[in-house]
């Protein structure tokens, strides 16, 4: 059930994780122009033709025949549509409509992220019903990293806040800044991180273990995730953090996801983008 065919599998975007956002009150932002970001997003696995999946679950409820022994077009042969396509078009937006989203977990996605933050890795553990596996500091020493390519960006995600002074978050005092402020802001940070992996370094230098060095770490550290969901609990997920109040970086990643499952899934997340997203649907726990 699991595999996708080769001129499928990885599937990538990168995510847009420096995009200016602009508030037009109220908590209404938007983003604007884009500076991209070193994460990535690659879809490694995904159940094939998940619809077909979707589709058999929800007309078993239906059947007093054995739909593993019948063929997609009988199993769908009393929903409204002249073609196949039409058919699954019909029942999909249906049960989506009425709120019947039990089907939508039977197709299964697993993606791979490079480069996300240890706070949004926080944000996005959060959910359940969703596998990870994160790449540990623990085993993994961070010893061969120039601390000066971190003041350039690398190890460290750097938020927009601190270059873009027309850049406005939530919960920020004030709006916008002037040129010399934000300046003031971008050196106290990367001399922050810079510092901070420097110090780290020396204390591996120093014969501690890592596990017990990375403590200096900053949360802006990067780490890559794998991650396994179906199409529900990612329909989820997306209300939750594709949403406007949601922050930047696992906005932006949870975008890209979007945009994959629009590939694998087409059907389900074409109806999800035009008619349920951003309405904090909160279709599981």
Known sequence: MYGIPEYRRGWTFKVLAGCQMRDSGANDFSLGGCDVHDMKVELLEATPDPEEVICRAARNDYMSEY???QSFETVMASVEGDTLEEKKRTLIGHLMSHGHFGPFEHAQATFHVEGMSRSCMAQLTRHRHVSFDVQSMRYVAFDDVDPEDVADGELVVTPPSASDPDWVGRNQKGGSVDEETVAKREE???ESV??????YQELLELGMPPEDARFVLPIGTEVNVVMSLNARMLMHVADMRAAADAQWE???LTEDVLDLAAEWCPVTFDYYEAKMKNRKNRLAP
């Open 67 to 69: 739909g593993a022994e």
């Open 188 to 190: 106290v940070f990367t």
């Open 194 to 199: 810079k510092r901070s992996v420097e110090d």
């Open 250 to 252: 696992i906005r932006t």
